[in-house]
Every structure is written in C-alpha cells, then in structure tokens.
C-alpha cells in the first residue's frame, strides 16, 4: 500500500509562484509513473501534469505549459510541481497520485491507484 502525503498550497497572488511537494510511503517509488490533478469547485477532476517513474518523460495539460514545472527525487520519495504566474483559474484542490509499479504515465485519474487527500491552491488578490 502506498501513502502519498501532499503539502505546499496556501494562497497566493495572480502572478505568484507556489511549489507543491507529494511524498509517498513504501519502496516502489522509483518505479511508479507519478501525477498531479486538480479539481475546481462544481468542475470534475481534471489532470494537470504528469511523469513517468523511468528517466525523462512528463506530460502537462495545455493551460498549464511553460508556466508549471513536475519533477520527482526518487532518493526523496518526493514529486514536485513548480507552479509559476498562477492564475485566478489555478485555483482548486490539487492531488498527488501514484501508478502502480511500471505503469506508463497517464492522463486518465482512473489509470492512477493512489491518491494524496488534496492541497488547496487559491490563486487570488
């Protein structure tokens, strides 16, 4: 079983940077594609990046391309989202979820078997 443990929202400024970091339990990190959700009030969850567990792939939805950066330390059991000029359409719930071991990286949330409880982001002045 895999615990993933978010933390790092708060509420920033249009403009503003936050980072969020997800640390998972266990010893299969290193081997497990990871990703970042987010879910709006009265939206459905929708992906936002992802990365795969071998070196070098991630994915990241088209609103948040060149402004959000993932990243993963796998002697840290750690995945990172650098989240620059936020948005007031940032602002919502993110998640952290994990694949099962050699799962390619994905954007559907039902390919992902573990799930962080959620860190609010709130983007606004």
């Known amino acids: 079983q895999v615990q993933l443990v978010e933390s790092g929202g708060g509420l920033v400024q249009p403009g503003g940077s936050l980072r969020l970091s997800c640390v998972a339990s266990?010893?299969?990190?290193?081997?497990?594609?990871m990703g970042w959700f987010r879910q709006a009030p009265g939206k459905e969850r929708e992906v936002v990046a992802g990365?795969?567990?071998?070196?070098?792939?991630?994915y990241y939805t088209n609103s948040v391309k060149d402004r959000f950066t993932i990243s993963r330390d796998n002697a840290k059991n750690t995945v990172y989202l650098q989240m620059n000029s936020l948005k007031p359409e940032d602002t919502a719930v993110y998640y952290c979820?994990?694949?099962?071991?050699?799962?390619?990286?994905?954007?559907?949330?039902?390919?992902?078997?573990?799930w962080g409880q959620g860190t609010q982001v709130t983007v606004s002045s």
């Open positions: 266990g010893r299969s990190f290193s081997k497990q594609a």
């Open positions: 990365i795969a567990w071998s070196i070098g792939n991630t």
């Open positions: 979820a994990a694949r099962s071991i050699y799962g390619s990286i994905s954007i559907g949330a039902d390919e992902y078997d573990y």
